[in-house]
């Protein structure tokens, strides 16, 4: 076939013309068969290059076009817009990355990287030769969204997308809505509790009829694609109906025999089987515990609307977009760090937090009135072994606000606090010069040699080598040790585990890009956001949260969706159904077919990636994968090796 | 100046063509709204398309920033102003504001123009280049930089002798010094604030010697020593020319520091100056890089991390302010700092030395408003007024705010509060 094919290589403003001489590439390329022109290029992907390649290709009616530059990852994209907007069709443009593979793995090899560069060329112009217009897959897209996780992420999620027209199931596992803001008391900068905040939020959600809240809802598989995902969720019931409310309410939470630690006051208190966890919680009514309840009846006594007979439920979910935002778990140090475990006045910042909120007149612990405590920063978090690398990033700001609410709400406080230098980033930086105003007392430590925390039978001690007074050795003794623990990413992996979303070094979801596209997924159509990307405080979550919700939404708006058309392909005659290629699809894209009297395999595509893995496992090559035929890949591979002398001197 | 006012109307303004406001406005058009992105500057891209890599993927910023850019600039949905100010908005009611804005004349026809760059190489007229920090010099015909958008020359009128030669060297014939300023008063639905940040002064602390001492630069001037861009494809010192070898960082120059009037973190500068001194230890290998610091806030994903790599490089870490820098006869640079590890008063010499500059408000958009109705916050900031259940809300209902125009902060929460921006905007929209 006759092609006239452009090529354009890049410079890469010296990312790639440092290392090799692209004038020579060009040139080495530019009589090849098929090839109509060959141009250098500063930055292929500037805008006056691409404007250039659009009338190149209009002017010359070119049928191919190669753009040698950086990985595809970048610009793969980009090139292929460029020849649609020229009116070639984008599956006649083929990338060569002469930069990730070439200059930047050979900057010690200038003539080598060349060479290299100019086989990878001639193999791209091989690939264009044999190309085919191809034309996206087009499906229709359920404009609904379901959202895994009820916390401040998920709910702020429901409500922007409920307001940008798209319906919402907002599920949540627990019986109550708003995760763990729910748990705590005054919140910076608001000066709201997190109470406050979360029935704000919860008000307005019952207000939108395209919003659909449920709660003790497990999301229990999940199937399909971006456009089209199945849930199945399972309802557990509450068991204790709306107008089961008010003193009968509380007469029958008196009269449960069975008591509890209640993990919503991190087990300082007790629960019964039948609870709320605060007065004004989302839902406001009661549920009880199946798992704890003796079914003895005392409460149904008292509240005849109590129906234990209710049955869970599962129900059936079709949403386009699935948005994940199922949180973080606080940091549980193990047993005997910092004397945690060792002394029950040994505390964690999230039991702190519930602590100053259950006090009223004075701060009182285990029967102890509590003077002056030792915050020690950075428990679970900058370990430099282990999992917990990283820095929590919300924990100096939390732990520093909680002190100042501390000595406002109880006045006699003092507060010493181990540090490994102070992380409160931007605005928050005041509040930790209000703490200094206010007469907390700061010490650091050297970064090899963390404070220590001494439990003694009737007492605490804790010491520190201080860089901040001079490298002094100071000892605090304390009535109360709070450890500052981090963000740790969720035990309960369930809908991670679902949609088989990877997960970063840190052990939380992955994005896709860090940088630029900090809540997509390379699952199509997943979505995350709030704490269990990574670390973050309100603020933050809550603008990841509306970021995912604008994400989620484009996808959802249209009602429909492009794919791409590079799949796999049966060939219905050689397949012979071996299940081979079904036990290699790491995406459940294969499943069994009869066609005829034949069982064969047959290739979903809205969920075929194109990624190949199942052509060599084939024992009949009975499947190919289009725009990556084993012609094309057999002449991409001739061109690579086409000039060595090896190859030439038969 | 010509008294025409055009008028147009779109669903959305969006105020800024940094990284923020550009994905504001790309959020916006891919859900099928109309929007204006109105840029101050010559090109879009804000500050990131200049930077030279970005902490802590090392992704190199024009890579990554030049596909966004062009995807701006090619959307169906979106029409952008460069060389475009704001000078007035007023609220006529819920859903209706009316802005004005006025366009600068470039004195090149935008359409026309190939950006062959024989006008630049005509010109006679060198000036210091901003878009290089100052480090090398431009013409006053000029493409803002090889990676701009668009990519088209502009005539520095304040700078131009109208000596005419670049009319003739034109090629297109697209240089023409009859344009004059357009006004416009644009008619939208919503407002989105992207207006970003502006870079601390260091002249403000003349201990440190900006200015004054050559080879004492900003942190921005590096960036661009570091582009692929870059203006000497190798880093040298600007007072002779020698590449360093002793290099020092100088943190928190004009943050966290109440004499100067700026008592936040600027978020930034400590990730941005790990960076700089990895790729500085890469392009340099002989050279020692040291960072003087009060505290490193390595916070955000992959932080610390990259922190813990930054020392197994063996870049050294000082714990102490940098009171006070004097020069030498070879232009090498004595540091006074009190090394607060070891509990004393030091001195030690560098024979180059960046300032970390911080982060301030722009205080541009607070004038948009006639009466004052877009508040600010203590420090100038465009005011959050529900700063955890709604980030990107402002007091004025209808107008959100986008990236650091609200406050410091990195790329990717300035790509989220982007999205927050878009998120509400449509909501209101739709309301």
Known sequence: MNRKIGVYICHCGGNISDYVDVEKVKQAVVNDDGVFLAKTTMFACGDANQKEMVEDIRNNGLDGVIVASCSPKLHLLTFRAVSERAGLNKYNYVHANIREQVSWAHSDNKAGATDKAIQIVKSAIAKVRLAEPLMPFRFPAVKAVAIAGGGISGMRAALGLSDMGCPVYLIEKSPFFGGRTSQWDVLYTSGQTGGQMVSELYGELLKRENVKLLTGAEIISGSGNIGDFKLKVRVTPRYVPENCNGDKLNESIAACPVELPDEFNFNLTKRKAIYRNHPGQFPQTAVIDMTSCTRCGECEKICPEIDLSQEEEIIDINAGSVLVATGFDPYTPADGEFGYGLSDRVITLPEFKRLIELNDSGLVHKGRRVRKIAYIYCVGSRQPEGDNKYCSRYCCTSVIHSAIQAKKKFGDITGYHFTRGIRTYGKQELLYAESLKGGEIYLQSYEDDPPVVEVNENSLKVRINDILTGIREVSVEPDLVVLVTGMVPRADNSVGALFKLPKGRDSFFNEIHMKLRPVETVIDGIIICGACQGPKNITESVNSALSAAVKSFSLVNRGELEMEPIVATIDEETCEWCGACYEACPFDAIRKTVKGTREIAEINNSVCKGCGICLPVCPVDAIELTAYSNREIESMIDALAGSYPIMTTK | ?431
């Open chain 2, 1 to 431: 100046m010509s008294d025409e006012i055009r008028a147009a109307s779109y669903d959305a303004l969006v105020i800024g063509g940094g990284i923020a406001g550009g994905e504001a406005a790309l959020d916006l058009a891919n859900n099928g709204y109309k929007v204006l992105l109105v840029e101050k500057d010559l090109s879009i891209g804000g500050k990131m398309i200049l930077l030279s890599k970005v902490f802590p993927t090392l992704d190199c910023a024009a890579c990554i920033t030049t596909p966004k850019v062009s995807e701006i600039s090619r959307h169906p949905g979106i029409t952008v102003f460069t060389g475009a100010e704001v000078t007035s908005i007023e609220k006529k009611g819920e859903r209706e504001f009316e802005t004005a804005v006025t366009k600068r004349p470039r004195y090149v026809v935008e359409e026309d123009c190939t950006a062959c760059q024989l006008c630049e190489e005509v010109c006679p007229v060198v000036v210091h280049d901003e878009y290089q920090y100052r480090l090398v010099g431009r013409k006053a015909a000029f493409i803002p930089f090889s990676i701009a958008s668009p990519r088209v020359a502009a005539i520095d009128i304040e700078n131009c002798t109208l000596c005419g030669a670049c009319e003739k060297a034109c090629p297109p014939k697209c240089i023409d010094f009859t344009q004059e300023t357009e006004k416009y008063i644009i008619k939208t639905g919503t407002v989105i604030v992207a207006t970003g940040f502006k870079l601390f002064d260091p002249l403000k602390i003349p201990r440190y010697g900006y200015g004054v001492y050559k080879n004492v630069l900003t942190s921005m001037e590096m960036e661009r020593q570091l582009a692929p861009t870059r203006p000497f494809n190798t880093i040298l010192r600007p007072g002779d020319g020698k590449m360093p070898d002793r290099i020092a960082y100088v943190l928190c120059t004009g943050s966290r520091d109440d004499t100067i009037g700026n008592p936040v973190c600027s978020q930034i500068c400590c990730m941005y100056s790990l960076k700089q001194a990895q790729l500085l230890m890469g392009a340099l290998p002989m050279a020692d890089v040291t960072i003087y610091y009060i505290n490193i806030r390595s916070f955000g994903k992959g932080f610390e991390e990259f922190y813990e790599q930054a020392k197994g490089m063996g870049i050294s870490f000082v714990k102490g302010k940098v009171g006070k820098i004097t020069e030498t006869e070879t232009g090498n640079l004595i540091l006074r700092y009190e090394d607060i590890n070891e509990n004393r008063v030091m001195e030690e010499e560098h024979d180059m030395v960046v300032l970390a500059v911080g982060v301030l408000p722009n205080t541009d958009p607070l004038s948009f408003f006639r009466n004052g109705e877009l508040k600010a916050d203590q420090f100038s900031f465009v005011d959050q007024a529900e700063v955890l259940s709604s980030p990107a809300r402002t007091s004025v209902k209808g107008v959100f705010v986008a990236g650091t125009a609200s406050g410091p902060m990195d790329i990717p929460d300035s790509i989220l509060s982007a999205g927050a921006a878009s998120s509400e905007a449509i909501s209101y929209l739709k309301q």
